[in-house]
Each structure stands twice: as structure tokens, then as C-alpha cells.
């Protein structure tokens, strides 16, 4: 019943497939109702097999699980609680019981029940490995591992497409919505006062914009709808510039101090995207963060990254705007600038703040200069850059951080 | 270093090799000097660590060893001193050397000269010499008879009638300077003119006083 | 370590980009230019004639300021050190380039300076080993007393290009002499 098995520097040879499942100390087993149990050491039950090593010998025994029909808890007067195992053939053989630690036994028989049920042996048979050491099993193992997380990204990942599907479908319907009811606004009539409700829910809830929902009946399509968005974020960008230069020329002013009157109350979104914390620093909006502005000042009628940059470079190709699209020297990030800023007046602007704020031979990190223009991180680097590349400002690499100071290594030359 | 010199070979295969086999003497000697120089600064650190050994051995009472260590300072002075023998003499033998050297130009150039001056020698012989005197003569006495030939019957220096017409020129010429001479004024002067010519005689007296007191007082005239 | 009794000619030594080379190439030129001056200037002072590329030199002056909390990284110093060669400044001593020596005169100046000498001390046409020029007492109160051997014989090669000067070995010992000429060949 119990084997006799094959080893490999003393270890016992897996099969083809095997994984340890538990450990099992002390193990002691019998074969048969009667006779005395036999002690084995560095018990351990594997998907295919349990396995020991004898007392006193060092060959080990197993039992093949695919041998096993059943196994049970059985309970008697003197010696306590024991796993029995019942083979499957020939159909009187003798149970063969297993002894370990009391607290062990419930373990035990639960692990061996399940590796009966999972039945591993089924896919290689009893195989023996060849070769095989302990680095190909952890290989294996790993891969094992890989495929699982592998599913697991997938399955994610297609909950995630599905979750867009359903944003594109939200977007669809919010932009017929609104279309739908511009064109009933043309038609007129008795139903005004539903439309009127209907538009009014759908400002509340975030769903529209006031302004934009009496603009968006002539946008019909293509050429049209484009020159339209170009107008708009023509005006959009221009007012959120004309807002960051009288930041940055008085930083102490408060934006929410000031007056909202005019232009459609379109200044206090400008406002309070500033006040998130996102704005043009110094005359310039990078085009990610025009981006986020334009479609959390729009609502509902959200435009892709492509229609923005359709639309930008058309506004910026109208001479009547006054707007420049530019490329920075890195060549990824674009951004928006009217168009009578240059480098030069640019830096200047910088320098200029880095004398008033750090002092005549101090420097300023590109966060600090972001905080004082109130600009994003990544615009006031890139505006750094583009001054220290127009010789206007050096920079101090140091652990602590990249600091720009005023260009001072010319002075001897003035 | 090699490094530096395969970069840069150095001048020399174009250039003559101007160092003679004294000039290779010369720096050898000097290495030599250099060697005692070298030796006789180690000398000198050994001296004073001499010293202050010694000094340390009297501060913690070891006399005996403090003896050796200023025996060994007393031997240390004496070798610097033979040290400094062989330096004198080394520059002794150097400046012998250079010297040499300088005489050896010296008797060069004397030779070259004393060549130079057989050579000229040889060019001008004395019949040469004999040759061109004598032509010399020759042109001398052509030359006496041409004049000789002039002056036979033209103009000579005791013409009479020229030496009467020159004295006569020059007495109308003395003559003519007399007549342009202004007469002196007839008229009495004035009263005023004539204190002024008495004023400019005292003038005169006092520059001379003046004049008198300078020269007594020198210093004080500057330079 | 002697920083305190160095004061650096320009006054750009106590800014902190200064010890970060510029990537804006005029900047750059015109920070490396400093650079020679500073560097020129301490040698000059200290009397040192090498630079290693070395981390132990990077912490020293004046390539270390620790009154402006900053020090040079390697690469700067190498940077640094490369300007100075390509501007005759310095000479690689070895093939990795780790070992610079300092020419805060340069070759020629050198060589000017000890023809001079041996011109005004009736050493013409006479023959003087490289370890008396150094540190023999005649030249004890010369600019180039105390010069070191490889630099020392930097210059002569340039008086010897010159032909005023020709370098040679001894025939019994190996070490080098040179001979002085009135006139150049």
C-alpha cells in the first residue's frame, strides 16, 4: 500500500505537477484495525501523494491520494481522534490510519479531503521529474504566478473598457440631450415651460451650462462646430491670461476680491479654476491644463484632446485673437500664449521675481516660482527652462532640489 | 608622463645636435652635485632629529642614550662637512670645466682669426705691392708734368694788372660803407632826457650790485 | 582646508550656481571661462600644480565652498578641467585622463621666464641640470623655483621648439640637463 520512493540527494522526487501542500509533525500511521502505530518524521502532504520519512532509516514511504477513495475523522476510547484513510482498491484493503497533533487533525483531514477533490494527478499522472532541482520548480512556480496576475489585469482591464463605454454612452446622451432641446428652443410653443424645466435640472445638476446651451444650437457639424469651439477658446483663453497677468504683476490681490460683473459671469469660473490652484502663470496656459479649464468651465459638452487641438491651432492661425501656439524645446508639451509675449519679456518677468521674492543673488525652485505665479509645476519649469536657455537665468543643481537664479555670470561684462 | 612625450616628440631630430661630449661632462658633474646637494639636505633633517631625540632622552633621565644620539648628531656634522668639501670641490672642477670651455672658444676664435688673416696675407704678395707703388709714381709724375704744361704761358698769381684792378674794388667798396654811416646829433638834450640817462646809469650800478650778491650766494640760484 | 587665507578673485565663487555647469552653451562658456580664473588663481596661491579628478579634490577649494553649502560633482570638475586643457591651462598626465597639471602660467610663459633667468645670470651657452633649475639655490628667488619636474620640462621643450634650449641626458647618469643657447639654431 505504502511505497517505497524514489529520491534525489535524499529528497523525495516530485511528480510531474506536485505542490506541497502542509506539513504534517508528528506523524505516526498504522496499516489495519489491529497492531501498533509506526512513527514517521517530516510528514508532509503534497497534491499527490502523503509522504514521510521512516524512523531510524532515511527512506521515505508514501501514499498515493489516487489510491484513496475516501478518508474520515474516526474517534476512539484510547488513544484519541485519528484520520482514516479508506484505499479505493481493492475494496477490502485495509484503512490506513494517520496519528498527529490533536490541534493538527482537523488541518490534516480538511487538506486531504480537498486534494482528493482537486484530484491535481489527473493532469500529468504520476510522472516522475527528471532532472528537475529546486530553481526549475521555483521557476515554474513563478510562472504559475505571472499567468494568474495575467488574468487578473485583463479581467480589470475589461472592466475598465467597459466602465468607458458607458462614459462615452453618458457624454452621447447628455450632448443629444441638449441638442434635442436646442432645437425644440428654435421650434418654440406650448412646451417652453417643460423645456425651460429641463434645462434648468440640467444646469443644476451640473449637466449644462447656461451660457453654452443658447450657444450650441448653431453648432451642426464639422468645419462649423470647430470654428465655433476656436471662438470660444479663443475668448476662454484670453480671459484667463488677461487674469494672470494682473496675478503675477499683483500677487498680493485676491482673485475672489475682485468684482464679477460682466461677460456672463464667465469670470467667475476663470476665478474659481484659479482658486483650484491651476492658471495661466506668466501669460501662458499649457494646452493639459487649458484642457481641464475649458471642459470644467463647459460642463457637459465636453471636448476630446484632439478637438482642442484642432481648435486651438485655429484660433491661434487668427490674426484678429492675438494668440501663439508654441512648442516647447523638449517637443511634447504645447502650450497658449498671446501673441506679443516673448521668451525674452517672458524671463524677464521671471528674473524679475526672483529679485523681488529671493533677493538679488537668490534663487527660486520651479514649485516656488508655480506658488507665486500660480501656475501649474510643470508650466513654471518649462518657463524657466526656456529663460535659462535664452541665457537669462542659471540654475543650481543640488540635492535638495533645481534652483534658477538671475544670470549673474555676465555682470563683470556689462 | 610618456604619455606626454609620445604626443609631443620633441624638436631635436630636426635640429643639429648641438651638445658636445663636454656639455655631457658638465651635466654629469652637476648630477653629482645635485646627489651631494640631496644628500647633505638628508643630513641636515637627520641632524636635527639627532637633537631632538637627545632632548627627549635627557627629559626622561636616559643619559647614555642621549650621549649616542648626540654622538651620532657629531657624526652626521662631520660627514656634512666632508659633504661640503666634495661640493666645493665639484664646483671647483665645474667652474675649471666651464672655464675650459670658455678658453676653448677663445683659442678658436684666435685661430679662425689668425687663419683668417694668413688667407688676406696670402691674396696681397709684394710684388703685387712693388707693382701698385710704383704705378702710383708713374701717375704722380704724369700728373706734375700736366700742370707744369698749364702753367707754362697762362695765368699765374704775380699778374700785375690784375692785383691793381682787386685793390681798386675793394677801396671803392670801404669807401661806400664810411658814407652810409649816420652823423652824430648836434642839438642839446632836454632836461628830463638827460635824468633819465643819469637814471639809467644808477640802474646800471644796481644790476651790478645785484649781479655782485648772486654770485656770493650761489646755492641760491637754482640750477 | 586653506580657504581661509584664499579669497577668490571673482565674487560669482560664492553663488551656488556656480557649481553647476550650465547647459546653456554661452553660460556655460562664459562660467567655465570663471572657472580657469578661480582655479588659475588658488594654484597660483597655494602653489599646487596638479588637479586630480578625485572625490578628495572635489572636496577641497576651491572646488568645495562650504560658506555657500556647495561643492563640484566629478563630472563638473572633469568638465572643468577639460576647458582648461582645450585653453592650454593644462596637460593630461596620464591616458585616463583622472591627473591634470595646472599651467597657471602657461609653457611658454614658463619657458620665458627661465630663458630670462639664464640670461640674466650668464647661463647661456652653459649646461644646468633640471634639479638645480628647481631647486638650486641660484634660482631660489624665481617664479619657477620649486616647479615640478614634468611641468618644468613642459616648458623647456617649448624653449627647446624655440631653439633656444636643448634638453639632454648625461652619459653616465640619467639624469636630465639642459644647455642654453644665445641663439636660436
Given at each position: 500500500?505504502?511505497?517505497?520512493?524514489?529520491?534525489?540527494?535524499?529528497?523525495?522526487?516530485?511528480?510531474?505537477?506536485?505542490?506541497?501542500?502542509?506539513?504534517?509533525?508528528?506523524?505516526?500511521?498504522?496499516?489495519?484495525?489491529?497492531?501498533?502505530?509506526?512513527?514517521?518524521?517530516?510528514?508532509?502532504?503534497?497534491?499527490h501523494?502523503?509522504?514521510?520519512?521512516?524512523?531510524?532509516?532515511?527512506?521515505?514511504?508514501?501514499?498515493?491520494?489516487?489510491?484513496?477513495?475516501?478518508?474520515?475523522?474516526?474517534?476512539?476510547?484510547?488513544?484519541?481522534?485519528?484520520?482514516?484513510?479508506?484505499?479505493?482498491?481493492?475494496?477490502?484493503?485495509?484503512?490506513?490510519?494517520?496519528?498527529?497533533?490533536?490541534?493538527?487533525?482537523d488541518?490534516?483531514?480538511?487538506?486531504?479531503?480537498?486534494?482528493?477533490?482537486?484530484?491535481?494527478?489527473?493532469?500529468?499522472?504520476?510522472?516522475?521529474q527528471?532532472?528537475?532541482?529546486?530553481?526549475?520548480?521555483?521557476?515554474?512556480?513563478?510562472?504559475?504566478?505571472?499567468?494568474?496576475?495575467?488574468?487578473?489585469?485583463?479581467?480589470a482591464?475589461?472592466?475598465?473598457?467597459?466602465?468607458?463605454?458607458?462614459?462615452n454612452?453618458?457624454?452621447?446622451?447628455?450632448?443629444?440631450?441638449?441638442?434635442?432641446?436646442?432645437?425644440?428652443?428654435?421650434?418654440?410653443?406650448?412646451?417652453?415651460?417643460?423645456k425651460?424645466?429641463?434645462?434648468?435640472?440640467?444646469?443644476?445638476?451640473?449637466?449644462?451650462d447656461?451660457?453654452?446651451?443658447?450657444?450650441?444650437?448653431?453648432?451642426?457639424?464639422?468645419?462649423?462646430?470647430?470654428?465655433?469651439?476656436?471662438?470660444?477658446?479663443?475668448?476662454?483663453v484670453?480671459?484667463?491670461?488677461?487674469?494672470?497677468?494682473?496675478?503675477?504683476?499683483?500677487?498680493?490681490?485676491?482673485t475672489?476680491?475682485?468684482?464679477?460683473?460682466?461677460?456672463?459671469?464667465?469670470?467667475?469660473?476663470?476665478a474659481?479654476a484659479?482658486n483650484?490652484?491651476i492658471?495661466?502663470?506668466?501669460?501662458?496656459?499649457?494646452?493639459?491644463?487649458?484642457?481641464?479649464?475649458?471642459?470644467?468651465?463647459?460642463?457637459?459638452?465636453?471636448?476630446?484632446?484632439?478637438?482642442?487641438?484642432?481648435?486651438?491651432?485655429?484660433?491661434?492661425?487668427?490674426?484678429?485673437?492675438?494668440?501663439?501656439?508654441?512648442?516647447?524645446?523638449?517637443?511634447?508639451v504645447?502650450?497658449?500664449?498671446?501673441?506679443d509675449?516673448?521668451d525674452?519679456?517672458?524671463?524677464?518677468?521671471?528674473?524679475?521675481?526672483?529679485?523681488?521674492?529671493?533677493?538679488?543673488?537668490?534663487?527660486?525652485?520651479?514649485?516656488?516660482?508655480?506658488?507665486?505665479?500660480?501656475?501649474?509645476?510643470?508650466?513654471?519649469?518649462?518657463?524657466?527652462?526656456?529663460?535659462?536657455?535664452?541665457?537669462?537665468?542659471?540654475?543650481?543643481?543640488?540635492?535638495?532640489?533645481?534652483?534658477?537664479?538671475r544670470?549673474?555670470?555676465?555682470?563683470?561684462?556689462? | 608622463?610618456?604619455?606626454?612625450?609620445?604626443?609631443?616628440?620633441?624638436?631635436?631630430e630636426?635640429?643639429?645636435?648641438?651638445?658636445?661630449?663636454?656639455?655631457?661632462?658638465?651635466?654629469?658633474?652637476?648630477?653629482?652635485?645635485?646627489?651631494?646637494?640631496?644628500?647633505?639636505?638628508?643630513?641636515?633633517?637627520?641632524?636635527?632629529?639627532?637633537?631632538?631625540?637627545?632632548?627627549?632622552?635627557?627629559?626622561?633621565?636616559?643619559?647614555?642614550?642621549?650621549?649616542?644620539?648626540?654622538?651620532?648628531?657629531?657624526?652626521?656634522e662631520?660627514?656634512?662637512?666632508?659633504?661640503?668639501?666634495?661640493?666645493?670641490k665639484?664646483?671647483?672642477?665645474?667652474?675649471?670645466?666651464?672655464?675650459?670651455?670658455?678658453?676653448?672658444?677663445?683659442?678658436?676664435?684666435?685661430?679662425?682669426?689668425?687663419?683668417?688673416?694668413?688667407?688676406?696675407?696670402?691674396?696681397?704678395?709684394?710684388?703685387?705691392?712693388?707693382?701698385?707703388?710704383?704705378?702710383?709714381?708713374?701717375?704722380?709724375?704724369?700728373?706734375?708734368?700736366?700742370?707744369?704744361?698749364?702753367?707754362?704761358?697762362g695765368?699765374?698769381?704775380?699778374?700785375?694788372?690784375v692785383?691793381?684792378?682787386?685793390?681798386?674794388?675793394?677801396?671803392?667798396?670801404?669807401?661806400?660803407?664810411?658814407?652810409?654811416?649816420?652823423?652824430?646829433?648836434?642839438?642839446?638834450?632836454?632836461?628830463?632826457?638827460?635824468?633819465?640817462?643819469?637814471?639809467?646809469?644808477?640802474?646800471?650800478?644796481?644790476?651790478?650790485?645785484?649781479?655782485?650778491?648772486?654770485?656770493?650766494?650761489?646755492?641760491?640760484?637754482?640750477? | 582646508?586653506?580657504?581661509?587665507?584664499?579669497?577668490?578673485?571673482?565674487?560669482?565663487?560664492?553663488?551656488?550656481?556656480?557649481?553647476?555647469?550650465?547647459?546653456?552653451?554661452?553660460?556655460?562658456?562664459?562660467?567655465?571661462?570663471?572657472?580657469?580664473?578661480?582655479?588659475?588663481?588658488?594654484?597660483?596661491?597655494?602653489?599646487?600644480?596638479?588637479?586630480?579628478?578625485?572625490?578628495?579634490?572635489?572636496?577641497?577649494?576651491?572646488?568645495?565652498?562650504?560658506?555657500?553649502?556647495?561643492?563640484?560633482?566629478?563630472?563638473?570638475?572633469?568638465k572643468?578641467?577639460?576647458?582648461?586643457?582645450?585653453?592650454?591651462?593644462?596637460?593630461?598626465?596620464?591616458?585616463?585622463?583622472?591627473?591634470?597639471?595646472?599651467?597657471?602660467?602657461?609653457?611658454?610663459?614658463?619657458?620665458?621666464?627661465?630663458?630670462?633667468?639664464?640670461?640674466?645670470?650668464?647661463?647661456?651657452?652653459?649646461?644646468?641640470?633640471?634639479?638645480?633649475?628647481?631647486?638650486?639655490?641660484?634660482?631660489?628667488?624665481?617664479?619657477?623655483?620649486?616647479?615640478?619636474?614634468?611641468?618644468?620640462?613642459?616648458?623647456?621643450?617649448?624653449?627647446?621648439?624655440?631653439?633656444?634650449?636643448?634638453?639632454?641626458?648625461?652619459s653616465?647618469?640619467?639624469?636630465?640637463?639642459?644647455?642654453?643657447?644665445?641663439?636660436?639654431?
Open positions: 500500500m505504502n511505497d517505497e520512493v524514489a529520491t534525489d540527494h535524499g529528497r523525495p522526487t516530485p511528480f510531474l505537477g506536485e505542490e506541497e501542500v502542509s506539513k504534517i509533525s508528528p506523524l505516526s500511521w498504522k496499516v489495519g484495525h489491529g497492531g501498533d502505530y509506526t512513527q514517521g518524521k517530516n510528514g508532509r502532504l503534497t497534491s501523494r502523503l509522504l514521510w520519512e521512516e524512523e531510524g532509516s532515511s527512506a521515505w514511504r508514501c501514499i498515493r491520494l489516487d489510491r484513496i477513495r475516501d478518508t474520515e475523522i474516526k474517534s476512539s476510547w484510547f488513544h484519541g481522534r485519528k484520520v482514516v484513510l479508506q484505499p479505493s482498491t481493492p475494496t477490502d484493503a485495509p484503512p490506513i490510519s494517520l496519528r498527529t497533533a490533536e490541534s493538527e487533525l488541518a490534516l483531514h480538511s487538506h486531504v479531503t480537498a486534494a482528493l477533490q482537486q484530484a491535481v494527478w489527473k493532469v500529468h499522472g504520476y510522472q516522475l527528471s532532472n528537475v532541482g529546486g530553481l526549475s520548480r521555483v521557476l515554474r512556480r513563478q510562472e504559475g504566478r505571472m499567468q494568474q496576475q495575467e488574468e487578473t489585469v485583463r479581467e482591464l475589461n472592466d475598465l473598457q467597459a466602465l468607458r463605454q458607458n462614459a454612452q453618458m457624454a452621447e446622451m447628455a450632448r443629444h440631450l441638449s441638442r434635442s432641446y436646442s432645437s425644440g428652443n428654435a421650434a418654440g410653443g406650448a412646451e417652453q415651460a417643460e425651460d424645466e429641463l434645462s434648468q435640472l440640467m444646469v443644476d445638476y451640473g449637466l449644462a447656461a451660457t453654452l446651451l443658447q450657444k450650441a444650437s448653431r453648432s451642426a457639424s464639422g468645419d462649423d462646430y470647430y470654428q465655433h469651439l476656436a471662438h470660444d477658446l479663443g475668448a476662454f484670453q480671459r484667463v491670461l488677461a487674469k494672470s497677468v494682473t496675478n503675477s504683476s499683483a500677487p498680493e490681490a485676491s475672489t476680491d475682485q468684482p464679477m460683473s460682466d461677460a456672463e459671469g464667465d469670470d467667475a469660473a476663470v474659481a484659479q483650484g490652484g492658471s495661466g502663470g506668466n501669460g501662458m496656459l499649457l494646452l493639459h491644463d487649458l484642457f481641464c479649464l475649458f471642459n470644467r468651465w463647459k460642463g457637459t459638452e465636453l471636448i476630446s484632446p484632439e478637438e482642442l487641438l484642432t481648435a486651438m491651432q485655429m484660433a491661434c492661425d487668427d490674426p484678429s485673437q492675438g494668440l501663439r501656439l508654441r512648442r516647447f524645446a523638449n517637443g511634447r504645447l502650450a497658449v500664449h498671446s501673441a509675449m516673448d525674452d519679456r517672458m524671463a524677464a518677468t521671471l528674473v524679475a521675481l526672483i529679485e523681488r521674492t529671493a533677493g538679488r543673488n537668490g534663487g527660486m525652485s520651479a514649485s516656488q516660482v508655480a506658488a507665486a505665479l500660480k501656475c501649474s509645476v510643470s508650466l513654471a519649469l518649462l518657463q524657466l527652462q526656456a529663460g535659462e536657455a535664452r541665457g537669462h537665468l542659471v540654475r543650481d543643481d543640488t540635492v535638495q532640489g533645481l534652483y534658477f537664479y544670470n549673474f555670470f555676465f555682470d563683470d561684462a556689462k | 608622463m610618456g604619455s606626454w612625450f609620445s604626443r609631443c616628440p620633441p624638436a631635436k630636426k635640429k643639429p645636435d648641438r651638445i658636445t661630449d663636454s656639455d655631457r661632462a658638465v651635466l654629469d658633474l652637476k648630477a653629482q652635485r645635485d646627489q651631494l646637494q640631496i644628500h647633505k639636505r638628508k643630513l641636515q633633517s637627520t641632524i636635527s632629529s639627532d637633537l631632538s631625540a637627545a632632548k627627549r632622552f635627557i627629559e626622561t633621565k636616559k643619559k647614555s642614550l642621549a650621549l649616542l644620539a648626540l654622538k651620532k648628531k657629531k657624526h652626521h662631520t660627514l656634512i662637512d666632508q659633504c661640503d668639501q666634495h661640493l666645493l665639484i664646483a671647483e672642477l665645474i667652474s675649471n670645466v666651464e672655464y675650459a670651455q670658455v678658453q676653448e672658444t677663445l683659442v678658436k676664435a684666435l685661430e679662425v682669426g689668425n687663419a683668417a688673416m694668413k688667407k688676406m696675407q696670402q691674396e696681397i704678395s709684394l710684388d703685387y705691392v712693388e707693382r701698385l707703388v710704383e704705378e702710383s709714381e708713374e701717375a704722380r709724375a704724369y700728373q706734375q708734368e700736366v700742370n707744369a704744361m698749364l702753367f707754362k704761358d695765368i699765374t698769381d704775380q699778374d700785375t694788372d692785383l691793381a684792378d682787386l685793390r681798386r674794388i675793394e677801396e671803392e667798396e670801404a669807401q661806400a660803407v664810411i658814407e652810409n654811416v649816420p652823423s652824430p646829433p648836434t642839438a642839446e638834450l632836454p632836461p628830463a632826457a638827460q635824468e633819465a640817462v643819469a637814471a639809467g646809469a644808477d640802474d646800471k650800478a644796481e644790476r651790478a650790485r645785484v649781479e655782485k650778491e648772486r654770485a656770493r650766494e650761489p646755492q641760491l640760484v637754482p640750477a | 582646508m586653506e580657504s581661509n587665507q584664499w579669497s577668490s578673485p571673482t565674487e560669482f565663487w560664492d553663488l551656488p550656481p556656480f557649481f553647476t555647469i550650465q547647459p546653456t552653451d554661452a553660460t556655460r562658456e562664459k562660467q567655465l571661462s570663471l572657472w580657469l580664473q578661480v582655479v588659475c588663481h588658488y594654484c597660483r596661491a597655494q602653489r599646487q600644480y596638479f588637479i586630480d579628478i578625485s572625490e578628495r579634490m572635489a572636496d577641497s577649494a576651491p572646488f568645495h565652498n562650504a560658506k555657500a553649502k556647495r561643492k563640484l560633482t566629478l563630472d563638473g570638475l572633469r572643468i578641467c577639460s576647458y582648461m586643457v582645450q585653453h592650454g591651462h593644462g596637460v593630461w598626465m596620464d591616458e585616463g585622463q583622472n591627473r591634470m597639471a595646472v599651467f597657471w602660467r602657461k609653457p611658454q610663459e614658463w619657458a620665458a621666464a627661465i630663458y630670462r633667468w639664464a640670461s640674466d645670470s650668464g647661463h647661456l651657452n652653459s649646461v644646468e641640470t633640471l634639479f638645480s633649475l628647481r631647486e638650486g639655490d641660484d634660482t631660489r628667488d624665481q617664479d619657477f623655483h620649486g616647479l615640478p619636474h614634468e611641468i618644468l620640462l613642459i616648458a623647456l621643450q617649448a624653449l627647446e621648439g624655440q631653439g633656444k634650449a636643448q634638453i639632454f641626458r648625461g653616465s647618469s640619467d639624469h636630465d640637463g639642459v644647455k642654453f643657447f644665445s641663439q636660436a639654431a
